[in-house]
């Protein structure tokens, strides 16, 4: 309930988050399932949101147990759709808690349903593909000895930066992973090699490599050129927009990077506390016009303020 409540808000703030998002096979947003998506995880939390977010169908996200060590944490994550999986370093006596989450994976495949899974399973901030896990295999055949028709596609999360608001995302599909790609005759560690085989080619032509030193190649790979006549049309917008939000941005900003900038989790802890503070500051303004104004029409700032930032967002300079 409270995700379907939350998307629509979601996906607006996405749109103001982000300058651009590139995908290279947008039909797949439409995919009807079952369907596992298998993923790099560049930018914690955030990699869940984006995809998501631009899913027509919820999508079902695999994180991290530690995540739910508080109860109200694993309430709360689990409304969202956010299922827990567990480490050995997180404590040998919680890894068979996953049998619970896998099991539920599975009724949500038999239900047509999406799950998003970490294919790395570890969160870096960079731009490279890292060795495989073979949970994501585990998953895939486990359905298809259940006879799930499950599609396994592999996603590649592209980012032009780790610690700046407003960013440019290229999100590539890789082909299709299906049950018929498998000789069952073999034993089950084979396939599995061959299904990380498999994935790991497909994540490889997805996920853009380029050493974190480079800062040209990444500005030249990831930078989205401004029409002249945007500029000039939106250049007022912007400012009042720059004025206007300021003080939440900034201020978030500066509490967010004392307690998590150099934690990995930076960039989707700052959108996080922006996307859930930001109705509540645009209330506070709303009231404030009001109280002066004394007038409804103050009312209008409801798209307004948006579109401003939104301005901000599209003409503010790229790293």
């Known amino acids: 309930m409270i995700y379907q409540l939350l998307k629509p808000l979601a996906r607006i703030y996405l749109k103001i988050a982000c300058r651009n998002i590139k995908i290279n096979h ?7 399932g079952p369907l596992l998506l298998a993923c790099n995880h560049p930018n914690s939390f955030l990699d869940g949101l984006v995809l998501a977010i631009l899913f027509d169908k919820p999508v079902h996200s695999l994180a991290r147990g530690d995540a739910f060590n508080r109860k109200w944490h694993a309430k709360l994550l689990r409304l969202l759709n956010i299922h827990p999986v567990y480490r050995e370093k997180e404590g040998k006596g919680l890894v068979p808690l996953n049998y619970k989450t896998f099991a539920i994976c599975k009724e ?3 239900q047509n349903g999406i799950v998003l899974i970490f294919s790395e399973a570890l969160c870096v901030n960079e731009w490279k593909l890292r060795p495989l896990r073979k949970g994501t295999a585990r998953m895939a055949f486990d359905s298809w000895t259940g006879n799930i028709p499950l599609t396994v596609l592999p996603v590649g999360m592209n980012y032009d930066s780790f610690d700046s608001f407003g960013k440019n995302i290229i999100l590539n599909f890789g082909k299709e992973i299906r049950k018929n ?3 069952f005759s073999n034993n089950d560690g084979k396939n599995l090699v061959v299904f990380n085989q498999m994935l790991e080619e497909e994540l490889k032509k ?13 500005r030249q790979t990831f930078f989205v050129q401004v029409n002249p006549i945007k500029k000039k049309l939106f250049a007022i917008p912007a400012l009042i927009g720059y004025v206007i939000h300021a003080p939440l941005f ?4 500066s509490f967010v990077k004392r307690k998590a900038f150099n934690t990995g989790h930076y960039d989707s802890i700052l959108a996080g506390v922006l996307f859930l503070s930001y109705p509540f500051y645009l209330l506070m303004i709303l009231i404030i016009a009001f109280i002066i104004t004394q007038s409804w029409w103050s009312l209008l700032l409801i798209p307004l303020l948006p579109f401003t930032a939104w301005s901000v967002i599209q003409l503010k300079p790229q790293a």
């Open 26 to 32: 947008p039909h797949q947003l439409k995919h009807k």
């Open 108 to 110: 949500i495949f038999k």
């Open 250 to 253: 900034f201020l978030t900003k």
């Open 181 to 183: 790609d498998f000789d």
């Open 206 to 218: 997805a996920v853009i490599e380029i050493s974190s030193d480079d800062k040209a190649t990444i």
